[in-house]
């Protein structure tokens, strides 16, 4: 059922109002009142059946609690626990009371990402830029020029060995077999964890031949129990079938196999290779990113399955960007790794390393902003929750991709309305010079709230 308005309790008649109590120039109250509510309802009612089930959440809580989890990289439980003890992230969720009791449990955060999907959740970027665009933070102009680049966004799961990948589906098999009252001639257990850490131990010392015999028993181990489990079971459910299946495919593939199985519970993860000194292997999928060339503004952020080539993702993540902004991409700066692209369309495609004759100035400077990028993949990944995807299937790729750009661009803007820096109120900053700033720098030092903690700002 669509969500209903707002029930006020009535104890909220002696209780201060927000207004009474916070900061007015604090930068979370700002941001809540710039921000389009009214549009971000519109475009998520759709989501809703009219009157079917319990009435949703309101959807500017909903649309709050995952902006502040991906701006300030909070897991779900973690941004429910912390917003009943901070009234500002109260305030940005649209209460006006102090609340004592969690809005909504942890899993509902979950349960309404995979309602809405990837494709609706880029409304939250795409209103990101629409803010900083209104409140003149980001120039329209700066959305025609782009840096584009790939990443890995890495899943949740551990290093995939052999060994490690036989023994979990050892233990997979049996517990779906003790489930389903399956009885097992033997579960394999003991002497399959045993030989698990005799293959790792054997291949610290540089002993394959013996490796290679302990993951011969384990391949073993695996054949008999789903045999077993294959002749006994009675009615082989869907779930069943699907760990037969994987398990199967995981005994049976070999080193140099192509699209292999590295993960029992995550069977679309790829082994990517990005050059990187510190990690060969990263294991995820593809997230193709890009940002303003001049300010670093991200305007898409979207999965690439099944690991392409970078040149190949380079048009749907241009038509991206121009969905997201609403202005079409007239350059696009990228590496070399673009070369052989492909792209047809009007977008003049600028690769780095490319020497040319008489290229202006402003040019040439543009092309050298093109690394730029990379430090912006960083903090996506150290701050905004993209180091790590914990979010289930290709579905929650793609959520976690678009989700952390727009935590990115939300943390951005904050920045700029706790007032540069300075402690000053952005109506003043704009009518000062550059010079001026920075002798107010130098020599006023304010200290603004942020989180609870007071903070010196200069």
Not at 132 to 154: F, I, S
Not at 233 to 246: K, P, S
Request: hydrophobic letters at 35%.
């Amino acid at each position: 059922m669509k969500p209903k308005s707002q029930r006020r309790d009535e104890f909220e008649l002696f209780q201060a109002h927000f207004d009474q109590l916070l900061n007015p120039d604090h930068e979370l109250i700002l941001l809540a009142n710039q921000i389009d509510w009214p549009g971000l309802d519109a475009a998520f009612a759709d989501c809703y059946q009219p009157d079917i089930g319990a009435p949703g959440k309101a959807i500017r809580l909903m649309v709050g609690l995952q902006y502040l989890k991906y701006t300030f990289d909070r897991s779900d439980e973690s941004v429910v626990a912390h917003w009943v003890e901070n009234p500002y992230w109260q305030y940005f969720c649209g209460y006006t009371h102090m609340q004592h009791d969690c809005p909504i449990h942890p899993t509902s955060m979950t349960k309404w990402r995979n309602r809405v999907g990837a494709e609706r959740l880029e409304k939250l970027l795409a209103e990101t830029i629409s803010l900083a665009v209104r409140e003149k933070h980001l120039p329209k102009q700066d959305l025609a020029r782009v840096t584009v680049d790939t990443t890995v966004q890495e899943k949740n799961i551990t290093p995939p060995t052999d060994s490690k990948l036989l023994y979990r589906c050892i233990e997979k098999l049996v517990d779906a077999a003790k489930n389903r009252d399956i009885p097992l001639r033997q579960s394999y257990i003991r002497v399959g964890k045993k030989a698990a850490i005799m293959a790792g131990r054997y291949a610290h010392a540089k002993q394959f031949r013996r490796m290679r015999g302990r993951l011969r028993k384990l391949r073993t181990y695996v054949g008999r129990l789903i045999r077993d489990i294959r002749r006994k079971a009675t009615d082989i459910d869907d779930a069943l079938g699907v760990l037969l299946d994987r398990a199967g495919r995981i005994r049976n593939q070999k080193p140099k196999d192509k699209k292999k199985l590295y993960s029992l519970h995550e069977p679309e993860v790829q082994c990517i290779s990005k050059g990187k000194a510190h990690k060969r292997y990263e294991f995820g999928q593809k997230v193709s990113v890009a940002t303003t060339n001049r300010s670093n503004w991200f305007v898409a952020s979207l999965l690439c399955e099944n690991n392409p080539y970078d040149g190949h993702t380079l048009t749907e993540t241009l038509e991206t960007v121009s969905r997201v902004t609403g202005v079409a991409v007239t350059d696009a700066y990228v590496d070399k790794g673009y070369r052989g692209h492909g792209h047809l369309g009007e977008t003049a495609v600028h690769i780095a390393g490319q020497r040319k004759k008489n290229i202006p100035r402003s040019e040439r400077k543009r092309r050298r902003r093109r690394s730029a990028i990379e430090p912006k993949i960083g903090h996506l990944k150290s701050d905004h929750r993209m180091r790590r995807c914990f979010l289930a299937g290709l579905d929650g790729d793609a959520i976690n991709a678009v989700l952390s750009a727009a935590g990115s661009n939300l943390r951005k803007l904050l920045g700029l309305l706790r007032g540069n820096g300075r402690g000053l109120p952005c109506a003043l900053i704009e009518l000062l010079t550059r010079p001026q700033l920075q002798l107010i720098c130098r020599i006023r030092r304010v200290f603004r709230p942020s989180g609870g903690v007071f903070v010196p700002v200069c």
